[in-house]
């Protein structure tokens, strides 16, 4: 686990901007793909105290489960310069999967590995074998990770929604922000809604939460495999309302600094993304905060081209 206190070990993150380097690199030719951050083209100079805006204390925790504390990874310095998230745990106990997945070059047959690994690790298809009887009041066994991918899908607000905004909160350190409705607190009413909501959703589930952990490594390992040498991904998304989105900073030239819920859904189509609100906006989001795309299951999971994106504080700029 990772404590705030550490912050400092990782001011490496920070520096790289403080001293005056470039922040703002050049996009490469594919019109998704960037090589680095181009959202701040044209934008005001930035300064270090701007760099190192990040969530205020009640956004988000002390602890995590990753190798940055949650206030270096919510901040504007990790989207201009990110660094590779790791789950605590995660990469070790699973070496002899990724090993093997380095060994396919095709998609589909490292799909299908992972699916099946998932199967044979977590007992998905035996549910007796975990305890579990076809006579029990409730019967959640079929709810795993592709099931909380397709519910997301369906409805980022449902009861899938609220597992996979809970595992942000939980292995990144960023709380929900909005689910259904604003949660402002950690002791109002809409909070003791949603964490019941999660408690409901993950009882009698098959370690669903470190299922989870094992997607997130797998969608990372993907990105790399299919983007080398790409750091970010420009996407889309839809807003509506002048409060949908909480507005940080203006950074000139129609860039805008803002804070995102701790998990969003992205499209890699502005035409798509423009069907989801009155205002659209781009955004280049570090492949380190992509949990999941429609993508990374070749017919399996639904979509047009949806990226579910980890959030944080982020420089935005809006099309229209």
Known sequence: MTDSKELNQNRPLFGKFADGADSRRCCDNAPSVCKAN???SGAADITAEVLRTTLPPHARRAINRC??????????????????LELDGVLPLHRTLFERLDELTAVVDRAALFQSYMTAHFMLDDAPALGLSDNARINRSKLDYLRLLRGWLFDSEGREGAILKAWVESRFGLLTGFHRRPIPAADSPEREAFDREVATGLYTTCALETQL??????????????NPGISHLTLYRGYSGAAALPLLDELGNGHSL???????????????????????LACAVPLAKV??????????????????????????????
């Open 38 to 40: 181009n959202t701040l």
């Open 67 to 84: 190798n940055l504390p949650a206030d270096a990874l919510a901040s504007l310095a990790f989207q201009l310069g990110p660094q590779a």
């Open 291 to 320: 949990l999941a795309f429609s993508q990374l299951l070749p017919g399996r999971l639904q979509g047009e081209d949806e990226y579910l994106v980890i959030g944080g504080v982020a420089a935005v700029s809006w099309l229209n």
């Open 213 to 226: 952990d094992l997607l997130y490594a797998w969608a990372q390992y993907e990105l790399g495999r299919r």
């Open 258 to 280: 803002v804070q995102l819920n701790n998990l969003s859904s992205f499209s890699a189509s502005r035409e798509r993304a423009d069907e989801f609100g009155d205002r659209v």
